[in-house]
């Protein structure tokens, strides 16, 4: 059993994904904000002057993303759906060649399979909620379709 079913339908509701996507976010978005030596020594990555700040910055922005999950989740309208997906393809992406290109560099150490994953998951289910067409508009067209 896959993400779709045999009809074009997605198993998941994108409001469970997008719950599933704010939790950790916003967890590790504190934990950068609050103690991101922590995390960036986890890594791998030196703790060069700034390093700290840069972590924070990052973690706030973690923390939006997951905010933005958490009041986005219970969205109804195809268009602001729509918009919101979008970012997260386009963001997501950028952010897995972004943690490859740390790996392959020898940036992070291998714990940064971590990120790599992560971002890989949440690029190819959000890119398969944005190719995904709700069932209404499928069944519009069938019906308008010319015979």
Same mark, same amino acid.
């Given at each position: 059993? !896959?993400?779709?079913?045999?009809k074009?339908?997605?198993h +998941? ?6 719950i599933i996507n704010a939790i950790? $976010? ?8 609050v103690?991101p030596s922590?995390?960036? =020594?986890?890594? @791998?990555?030196?703790l060069?002057? @700034? +390093? ?5 910055l990052?973690g706030?922005?973690l923390?939006?993303? !997951?905010?933005?999950?958490w ?5 109804t ?5 729509? !918009?919101i997906?979008?970012a997260?393809?386009i $963001?997501?992406?950028i ?6 290109m !740390?790996l ?8 940064g399979?971590?990120a790599?994953?992560?971002y $890989? ?9 944005w190719?995904?067409q709700?069932r209404?508009m =499928?069944?519009?067209q069938?019906v308008?379709?010319?015979?």
């Open positions: 059993m !896959g993400l779709i079913n045999n074009g339908d997605i +998941m509701k994108l409001k469970t994904f997008m950790p $976010a916003v967890i590790v978005g504190i934990l950068l904000v103690v922590l995390l960036i =020594r986890a890594l @791998g990555l030196p060069d002057k @700034g +390093m700290d700040l840069d972590g924070q990052y706030s922005e923390i939006l993303m !997951g905010l933005v999950c009041f986005a989740r219970n969205i309208d195809y268009k602001t759906q729509r !918009g997906i979008s997260f393809v $963001a997501n992406f952010s897995l060649v972004l943690s490859v !740390g392959v560099n020898h940036t992070f150490n291998t714990v399979w971590v790599v994953i992560a $890989a998951i949440l690029f190819v289910v959000y890119g398969i909620y190719l995904a709700p209404e =499928r069944e519009a069938q308008h379709q010319p015979s």
